[in-house]
Structures are given as C-alpha cells and as structure tokens.
C-alpha cells in the first residue's frame, strides 16, 4: 500500500499564520497564545496530554483521535523542535515535551546544523540536513509501511508542499488573528490546482479544511 504523507491538526489563524512572531524558551508559539489558537484541540477528550477526565467529543475529537492512526513517522522543522538559532550551543535541549514526547515514532528533524540522534521513551529524534524528498524518503524507511506526518511548522509544509509531496492536509483554522508570524497561506484557496477540499465548521468555532490530492 502506498504511504502517505500527511499532514495532520495543523492549526492557523483566521489570517494564515501557523505561530506568531519572537518564539522563545518561554513562549512557544510567539506572541500567539497557544490556548487560543489551539483551544479546539485542547477541549478534547483524546487530547495526548490531557491529565482531567472529561473533554469533548464529536468532530474536534474524532479529528484528535485520528492524529497517531496508521503514523510511523514524523517530519518537523527545527522552530518546532525548539527555540535555538544556528549551530547548537545546548545538546542538554532535548525539545518542549520533556521525558515522554507524544509522537511515539521516529522523528526526522529538518536542520542545516546536525547533532548526534537520541532516544526519549519510545521517540527517537534524527537531525537532517537534506532536501524534502531525501528526508521523506528516510522517514517513510523508518516507518515501516505505515504513513508519515508532515508536523510543521508552516514553513516546512510549506517546502514539502512546493515539493508536490503532500498526499493530504487537515488545517484547522482558528477564529484569532495574529497578523504576523510564521504564514501557512494567505487563503486556502491556493492549494486548489492541486487538491480537493471539504470544509467543515465545528461547534467549537474552528473551521476544519480537509485537503487531498487531486
């Protein structure tokens, strides 16, 4: 079968962005405020990190649940993996999710400043400097027939998109604006020679674009 290449509960804002400007140690996303533009993804029940019992369920959860199924791999770019510049002056900085990260895969990390591959749990973390169709390739040996997740940040999907790589995309965008930061699009409607798109409103005010391949 096929593996794909997707991306997965990707959320921008109202005005295309994936995460604000200044991302720092402290701030993640920048000056986006994650419990804004993500709120949809945190309410759910099958939310990865979620410590309370509760949460939704419907649309946003079912979105939710389906970002682990048939994954064995993950492609992000170094801004997701932390909030150093240039060569690393901190090999200590093992990412934001601390000792248990929620990928459960081998995960591709895009840089053009290598650093030695280690393991947290069951995530192993590689550092490539190569081109989207090179780390692809490697990504999808490692996942062992399984499909691959394109993480971000937008920059990333961004080449992998140019690339004609992308198999399918779920956007979900966000009733915030944040006027400048890292773009995903300036509408949607780009992606429209290459895809088809469903767009589905949710009951928590996010709007879910469902892109695939033409």
Known sequence: M??????????????????????????????????????????????PNRTEPGGSRGLDDYLA??????????????????PQRGPWQDHEWRGWWGEEPPFHTPVFVMTHHVRPSFTLS???????????????AQAREAAQGKD??????????????????????????????LGAGARLWESPDELLDRFHLDVVPSPSGVTHHLFWRK
């Open 2 to 47: 096929e593996q794909l290449l997707k991306v997965q509960n990707f959320t921008v804002s109202l005005d295309g962005f994936g995460a604000g400007e200044g991302q720092s140690l402290e701030r993640p996303f920048g000056h986006a405020d994650p419990g804004e533009l993500v709120s949809w993804a945190f309410a759910t029940a099958s939310w």
């Open 65 to 82: 649940r389906d970002f682990t199924h048939n994954i064995g791999a993950e492609i992000m770019g170094r801004n997701k993996f932390g």
């Open 148 to 177: 691959v997740r394109l993480g971000g940040g937008a920059t990333v999907i961004r080449e992998f998109l140019a690339a004609g790589l992308v198999d399918t995309l779920h956007v979900a965008v966000s009733p915030v604006k």
């Open 122 to 136: 069951d995530t192993t973390f590689h550092f490539v400097d190569d081109d989207p169709a090179s780390v692809l």
